[in-house]
């Protein structure tokens, strides 16, 4: 900009105050209008004072995410096949069959999920492997396919052992399979970290005000909700005696979540409006509850009975999927109103 | 390996890896002789063959296209403001004219835009979700404008109209997120779709931080000006520079073309028009510097673009950094679970 910064009354500017309370328009507000008055939202409460923008008839700045529901769920989903590809591995080396085999079937599921989610959101679904032409650096998106075909191949071996019928067992493609299955395991739990946070950086790598914002504090709410669910489903499906492990990953998941989301949420200047209103607040609160809830279980009753340690699993499960929903919503809501681009971009 | 995520970047095209490429071109948009004749908007629909996208009033302005996307790759904004346009006479200070209606147009267009299911992204122009029983506008009006209001309220006005497009930003948003390798540097300068790649997942979308790509409906795929790739290659100014009756459109190398707008905003300057200066034209800016560049009469934010847009490259390594820390700690908390609980 090389043009001097002129003094101009909000009149001359023909200023297009912000978010009209009412579709109508009094004759009393149209009159201030013409005055150039500045009017305030009503309502809401916000920590930010109010700032007046200039706008082009409210009109967003900024495309909304075309992404659909499906890329919230896949973010839940990758995070549970990460989460179990730990958990499985864990109760691998320390010989917990039936947490393994529940948590390997997991990261299956949960990488079969994420696929179907992750293809089926495409403009071009026939042409997802046109992921594969190139690994760019510069593109979460190609950096994230290329972790999950590190990831995926491990993780289904490892799940496909668990899934060979009795008769079939002593056949030798089976005996190799379960020869395999370890080490198959221990290298889906290598990749399993970059799988969890990486998608952070794939919502923060944007122009979306609500998810670049968060940048510094989004890894670890993902990698926290993944842990949360990946030791969630371990408890819910292992007995009590065997799912020690799933409880301690769980608890430190569900943790380092809860507070790295009070701590996002908190810094946030004026786009920290979109975590704090509307339905993506309730999907946060609804979130934080049960996670919370799901990690006082997981210290307390899920050690004493099958059916606590189902409950708080479930409560933690929920709360991770909830928590991808939220920042989900929160970054479409963000782009939708011009203030949350113009605002911080005056600085 | 900074300078080639964000900063200032003389050779676009070569650092993409072209062989001797020919000098970047771009394009100088001089808004301050727009005339809002859409010539632009056509002249691209046709070259192009751009699909129509709907052909009604949306109700603000003289403006029925709204915004750049998809299906619009030229877009002509109009904003009508109560002041006056350097010396120029608006003869208003003897009628009986009162105040501009935009205002109006305004407060009735805007609560539809949040109700629409893009929040207004969406181009075109089908009507608009909202209250159902008919809304004045304030035109047609059959009183003379300002009768009603008397002569105290009565202003100067101006037009603002300006031509906006795909910025071909030196560090360009949507091209770094591209999975596919679809979005590329062309040895112009340029950023184009190749849209036997494209597989359409988005990301592009929401990489460009001015709003400019958008995926097509029905065809699933990025869509976006190629600064007429076609024509470039064969000698040829794009389709809109060609058909601009009066030059706002400027198609040209850009260091000649970042010469003359600095002119030009010199001699505005000096004709009492003080409000004129630069947009998108300076290397240092978050993005590089655009390939294509803007005059404004106005602050961006008027036109409805960013004020200080930047590609979310800039911040990459950090991060990945901190997903690294992320990812450890993740390590490390599933290592510490089961280390405690023993061999069974």
Known sequence: MTGPDEERTAAEAGVVAERPSDAGGSAAREAEMFQGGRRRRGGEQTVVPEAEIESYYGRPVLKPPVWEWKIAAYLFCGGLAAGSSVVAAGADLTGRAALRRSARLGSLGGLLASLYFLVTDLGRPARFHHMLRVLKPTSPMSVGTWLLSAYGPGAGAAAVAELVPRRWRRTWPARLLQRLARPAGLGAAATAPGVASYTAVLLSHTAVPAWNEVRDELPFVFAGSAAASGGGLGMVTAPVAEAGGARGFAAAGAATELLASRIMEHRLGLVGEVYRTGHVARLRRASEVLTAAGLVGTLTVARRGRAGAAASGLALLAGSALQRFGVFEAGVESTKDPRYVVIPQRG | ?344
């Open chain 2, 1 to 344: 390996m900074s300078n080639r995520w964000s900063g200032p970047l003389h050779d676009v095209a070569a650092d993409a890896g072209h062989v001797d490429p020919p000098p970047r071109v771009g394009f100088f948009t001089d808004t301050s002789v727009c005339i809002g004749c859409k010539a632009c908007e056509v002249a691209c629909k046709e070259w192009n063959a751009v699909p129509e996208d709907g052909l009604d009033l949306l109700g603000m302005s003289f403006d029925n296209t709204g915004a750049l996307g998809a299906d619009s790759w030229r877009h002509v904004a109009f904003i009508e403001q109560p002041r006056r346009l350097g010396h120029q006479e608006t003869g208003f200070a003897g009628l009986p004219t009162g105040p501009s209606g935009i205002p109006e147009t305004a407060v009735a267009v805007e609560p539809r835009l949040r109700e629409a299911p893009r929040g207004g992204a969406e181009l075109g122009t089908s009507p608009l979700p909202g209250r159902t029983e008919p809304q004045a506008l304030g035109m047609p009006g059959f009183d003379r404008p300002g009768d009603a209001t008397g002569a105290e309220s009565r202003t100067d006005f101006r037009w603002l109209m300006a031509s906006d497009v795909c910025k071909h930003c030196t560090h360009a948003g949507c091209l770094d997120v591209c999975p596919t390798g679809a979005l590329f540097r062309t040895e112009f300068g340029t950023v184009v779709v190749q849209q036997d790649i494209c597989n359409g997942c988005g990301y592009c979308v929401s990489g460009c931080p001015y709003g400019v790509i958008d995926r097509r409906e029905g065809d699933g795929r990025a869509q976006k000006c190629t600064l007429c790739y076609d024509r470039l290659s064969g000698g040829l100014e794009p389709a809109c520079a060609k058909a601009c009756p009066t030059d706002s459109i400027q198609f040209g190398e850009l260091d000649e073309l970042r010469e003359r707008a600095a002119r030009r905003v010199e001699q505005l300057h000096g004709l009492g028009v003080p409000e004129a200066r630069l947009y998108g034209h300076d290397p240092n800016d978050g993005v590089g510097g655009d390939g294509a560049f803007f005059l404004l009469l106005d602050e961006p934010e008027v036109y409805g673009l960013p004020p200080n847009p930047v590609v979310p490259t800039r911040d990459a390594a950090a991060m990945w950094k901190r997903a690294g820390l992320a990812a450890a700690a993740f390590a490390v908390a599933g290592v510490a679970a089961f280390l405690g609980e023993g061999r069974r």
